[in-house]
């Protein structure tokens, strides 16, 4: 019963805005969006999050549609160190902690 | 700042040896998890805890125990390995508040041959 749903994959080119999306239709109003990345061999890294409005941080911003049931991860300018998977998650506000992360998006810059 | 560290980062088994994975994570963070990761595939949750003495099931939690007898630590048990345990463990921990952001270790990478 995932409840993100991502493209397997997608490719950009270096030096090129990326739009990562995802799909959460069921989500409940105190779900806060969060996306990670793991790049390759590592553990996955906190990107960012976000519950109603955008969002902005060094690493990339997080677009939520109005009626939050879906959202876009933005890098602004990829480059090589950007190719990773990368997941969005949800997590509720209640304490359920069973986080499940999906197959997320392979992300590959085209140099 | 250590944050959360798991040991070994390597390791092979033999089919039905047992082992502990360990993690410890000096966040003071209440949520620990643990998640496998098969070759080129997600993130599988195995089991998690939202505070000592307190651990519940995730999506895998067959052939795994744990125990959460401190916030520091969150040792996953695999007593009888099998092939099927083949996987990158990630450790994580996190604190309560829904909108804090998950702390990955570096994982072990377990073989059972």
């Keep these: 019963d995932a409840k993100t749903t991502q493209p397997n994959s997608m490719e950009s080119n270096e030096e090129e805005p990326v739009h990562l999306p995802c799909n959460h239709s069921t989500i409940s109003g105190t779900d806060y969006i969060h996306w990670y990345r793991q790049l390759p061999s590592q553990g996955p890294e906190y990107v960012i999050h976000g519950l109603t409005s955008n969002v902005n941080n060094r690493m990339a911003s997080l677009a939520i549609a109005e009626d939050r049931k879906s959202s876009t991860l933005i890098l602004h300018r990829a480059t090589l160190r950007d190719a990773a998977v990368y997941y969005c998650i949800l997590r509720d506000g209640f304490g359920n902690e069973k986080l499940t992360f999906g197959t997320g998006t392979r992300l590959t810059i085209i140099p | ?113």
Aim: charged residues 15%; positive net charge; hydrophobic residues 30%.
């Design chain 2, 1 to 113: 700042n250590a944050g959360v560290t798991q040991t070994p980062k390597f390791r092979i088994l033999k089919i039905g040896q047992s082992m502990t994975l360990q993690c410890t994570q000096d966040m003071n963070h209440n949520y620990m998890y643990w998640y496998r990761q098969d070759p080129g595939m997600g993130l599988k949750l195995i089991y998690y805890s939202v505070g000592a003495g307190i651990t519940d099931k995730g999506e895998v939690p067959n052939g795994y125990n744990v125990s959460r007898s401190t916030t520091e630590d969150f040792p996953l048990r695999l007593e009888l390995a099998a092939p099927s345990q083949t996987s990158v463990y990630f450790c994580a921990s996190s604190p309560r508040q829904s909108n804090s952001p998950l702390h990955f270790g570096n994982g072990t990478r377990l073989t059972v041959t």
